[in-house]
């Protein structure tokens, strides 16, 4: 679980380090049922969107459960939204802007990927990091 945990705060840390105004870094758990958390940050910004992956992105037979779908709010996830502000994803934007909240946030993700989505201690996870 710790490499796990490392790998995803320095993703979030390059992300915030490196690079320029298109940034984005996604977390896999399951490539086959395409379950992916998603961020999106600016080269020296503090605020982070991230994005979990909706039903409406996943094909049927790998639809999220009544269950998965209330445990995404509960662990501070937005639920998808047609507002300007929102996402057709689970969403929500948080400040990393510290070491501290940076690593809370990876500790999400990790939470979220396992929990959610199911991804097993020995399953390897998936990091596709654009720095542009």
């Known amino acids: 679980m710790e490499d796990k945990l ?18 984005y870094c ?3 758990a399951n490539i ?8 999106t940050l600016q080269r020296d910004k503090v605020t982070c969107r991230g ?12 639809a999220l459960s009544e269950v998965q779908l209330a445990q995404l709010p509960g662990l501070g ?10 996402s057709p994803n ?8 510290r070491d501290e909240a940076r690593l809370a946030l990876a ?4 939470r979220t990927l ?10 390897p996870l998936v990091v596709n990091l654009a720095l542009e």
């Open 6 to 23: 490392s790998l995803i705060e320095t993703a979030l840390q390059r992300l915030q380090k490196e690079g320029g105004k298109d940034n």
């Open 90 to 97: 689970f969403y929500q934007d948080w400040q990393i802007g």
């Open 114 to 123: 396992e929990e959610v989505y199911g991804l097993l201690p020995d399953q």
């Open 32 to 39: 086959k049922k395409n379950y992916y958390i998603q961020f």
């Open 51 to 62: 994005e979990a992956v909706s039903n409406r992105f996943l094909a049927a037979e790998f």
């Open 26 to 28: 996604i977390f896999t």
């Open 77 to 86: 996830w937005q639920r998808p939204s047609s507002d300007q502000d929102g």
């Open 107 to 110: 500790r999400l993700v990790l």
